[in-house]
Nanobody, 120 residues
Framework: QVQLVESGGGLVQPGGSLRLSCAAS????????MGWYRQGPGKQRELVAT???????EYANSVKGRFTISRDNAMNTVNLQMNNLKPEDTAVYYC??????????????WGQGTQVTVSS
């Protein structure tokens, strides 16, 4: 079993900042990639940012220059620092990992989601 626990969502005014955190635990042997996705009202889930075990990063164009993803390989945690937040960033944010577990295969795992609301 793999568990992902997210924290850090909430309500913030436009231009404000939030930091999301996700901790992975369970029968994890290796994590090749960690990331954040989001799903806004009436929209499909989309990639926000990902980071590999070698710390290579990828960002959605809409968040480049405002969001920063980081990870701690030893602690199996991934963070998303979100600055200069805009109303269009309002969404449920989901943590995702691609991990090799004691089941002997690679799988994708998802957190339960954390709400981020940007509004004045």
């Amino acid at each position: 079993q793999v568990q992902l626990v997210e924290s850090g969502g909430g309500l913030v005014q436009p231009g404000g900042s939030l930091r999301l955190s996700c901790a992975a635990s369970g029968s994890i042997l290796s994590i090749v990639a960690m990331g954040w996705y989001r799903q806004g009202p009436g929209k499909q889930r989309e990639l926000v940012a990902t980071i590999t075990s070698g710390h290579s990063t990828e960002y959605a164009n809409s968040v480049k220059g405002r969001f920063t993803i980081s990870r701690d390989n030893a602690m199996n945690t991934v963070n998303l620092q979100m600055n200069n937040l805009k109303p269009e960033d309002t969404a449920v944010y989901y943590c995702n990992i691609r991990a090799y577990t004691a089941r002997g295969k690679w799988d994708d795992y998802w957190g339960q989601g954390t709400q981020v609301t940007v509004s004045s």
